[in-house]
Structure formats: C-alpha cells, structure tokens
C-alpha cells in the first residue's frame, strides 16, 4: 500500500487492522491463469482467507470449503453451490445428508475415506439423487484414501447410480519449491491414473491437485515464480492424463493482496536490547516458513523515516508469553510509540489461522468438575462463523 492510502485508511480505522486489496486479488488470478495451461482451472482453498472469498466466488470457478462453518459462510455469501468442492476430514453423516438434500448442484464432494465415501453414497441413495464424487488419493499421512481402498471403492462403485465418481483429488502439502519432488509427484499421479484405466476401465474426468504453490515472505529470499510456473506446465503437457485439471491454491493466490497494521503502543531497552511492543501480535499474523522471529518479512514504518541511523528492534505482541515476538532485530529508523509497522504479504491465513478459528470449526464445551464430583457447563459449543463471514456487502 501506499503512504497516501495508509495515511487515510488510519485516519478512520483503528489498528490492528487487515486489509485484503481486491485489485491485487485480481491482477494475482490472471497472473496465475496466463502463466498455465488452459486446462487447468483454478479452485480457491477458503481456508486461506474467507474475507475474500465472495470475490473469489466471482473470478474463480472453484471453490474448496473444507468444514461446514466454511460453507455456511460461502451459501451466505451466496456464492453459487455448483462452485463448492466439499472437502475435508469431518464431515458427518448429518452435515453430508443436510447438504446433499438441500442443495440440488453441489459442485462436488470429496472422500476422505472409506467411511466418509459410504455417508456419501448412503445421503445419496437417501435423496435418491446422483452426486459428483472426487475420492482423494493419500500423499502418505492422515488425509486421503490408501491406493488400494480407493482402487476398491472405483472397482466396486465406478457405474453407481448415486455417486458419479468423477476424478481424483491429491494434495501433498504447500510451499514445495523443489521442481524435483512436483515431477516425481506429478509423474505418481498420472501413472495412478493410467493404472485405474488399464485395471477397470475406469475413466479420469477430472483431476484436482496440489500442493500450493510457494510464496515467499522474506527479505533475501529467491523464488523464480515465472520460471516456477512454466516448468509446471510443462510438465502438466507431457503427462499421459490430458483431462481438466484443477488446481487447489491459497496461499499463492491470496498472500500478497494482504496488509496487517499494527501499532507500537511502548519502546524500551531490556539488557542492552531494544523491545517495541504493538498492539497487535502472534495470534494475528503467522508467515509460513518464520522460525523464532529471526527472519525479516517485508514490513514498512510509518510514518516512513530517513533509513541513515536505523537501530534494532523486537517487535513484540501483546499477549503474555515469551513466544510473542512478531520480528527480532528488525532494523529501524528513529521508532517512536504511536509508529505503525504495516506488514506484507498478509493475505493467507493470518487472519484465519488464529488456532481457535483455523477452518471455521466450533470451539468446544467448557465443564466443570466440581468438588462435590458432578459436571457443570460453563460455556456451551461455540460456532466460530461469525468471526470469519464478512459483512455481507
Ligand atoms: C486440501 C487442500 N487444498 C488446498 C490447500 C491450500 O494450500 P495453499 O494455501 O498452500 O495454496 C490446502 C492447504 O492446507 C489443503 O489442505
């Protein structure tokens, strides 16, 4: 942003404060879209930010909800159901039935197992309507189907008359850079595909995968994106699925149209080193890849000072922990209380990823167990969705 806009934004809004700027959301998609293969559609992942997912809804075919408080946001939101990929461990036999029976052009659901593949097809045959299925393949860890369970399911499942089992969605993981590993994983997929053709006729219509493309955050980092992008698709060209291919980003998409302000509310020097607190902190913001503050995101001062006679800072939240260091020794000119630090690249997560309120999920029932050995309640389920629905304008 610049100095101007700061200058406004502050006159009329207190920090801390995000701001997600949708031209840059804009200008980001089409950066992405021009640099791959026309057949490759993107899904945006919500979780990285629903603040702007009614934006995305209307540049983005795809949108990936990975909880039902995700979905409630975006049917708010009224995003249109036929873009919503349903995805995520979790998803109950009442969630699914409600979904499958209200809503008439989901885009489609995914398994994430054997059991959620079954709640999936018993909602179906409930309904007694056919529903679009991608089953998602393991990358080696808690998410996903084992090779052979997923092979059974196509086996047993493939000319079902209540799941239209669609494609296969795979997703190993974010911030991989290594060209290396996206080849051998792309080249794993293909030939999982090829080997559903080849063992039961089963046809590939569509292929969702990731990992998230990376995006760098700090100062002296080196990420060739363009160089990034077109070695991807080429190797998207020589695979031997030639399908659509849909591609799950979030982060990439959204980082950058993100600014956190935060401002420095006290200055000291404790043993020699100097200590800036602001009014924000850790919960607020969190840059993938930061280890014990010791690296530099970008981050600007304003109002902005000559750079000639910078000192060190660490910048510390408010929160009372240890742990509540945003950036250690960031070098800074002449920093005063009243100062804000206006950080970049705050798009993705930050402002979702506070643990508690990560995917919209409902915060749990507190109990007491009293001397006298009984359970009392002392604060119900809290259903999060209000912290993260924007105002619907
Ligand atoms: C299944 C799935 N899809 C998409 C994403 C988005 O990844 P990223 O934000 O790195 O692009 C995630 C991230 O956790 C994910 O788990």
Redesign the pocket.
Known sequence: MTAEQINKLLKTHKTPLYVFDLNELRSRVNYIRQNLPERVKLCY?V??NTFISKEMGKIAPWL?LCSPGEYRICKKLGIPTSKFVI?GVNKSEKITQEMIENVEDMGCYTAESVNQFHILYEGAKKADRKIPVLLRLTSGNQFGLDESDLENIIAEYKDSDYVDICGIQF?SG??KTSLKKLQREISYVDSFITGLKDKYSFNTQKLEF?G??PVSYFEGESFDEEEYLKAFSEMLKNMNYQGEIVL?????IAASCGTYLTRVVDIKQNHSENYAIVDGGMHQIVYFGQFMAMKHPKIQLFPEREDNDAQEWNICGSLCTVNDILVKRLPLSNLQIGDVLVFEKTG?YCAIEGISLFLTRELPEVVLLGTDGKFTSVRNPVETELFNTPNNI
């Not at 799950?248 to 990439?252: A, D, K, T, V």
């Open positions: 992942a979780k990285a990936e995805s997703f974010t911030q990731g998230g493309f799950e980003l979030g982060r990439s993705a």
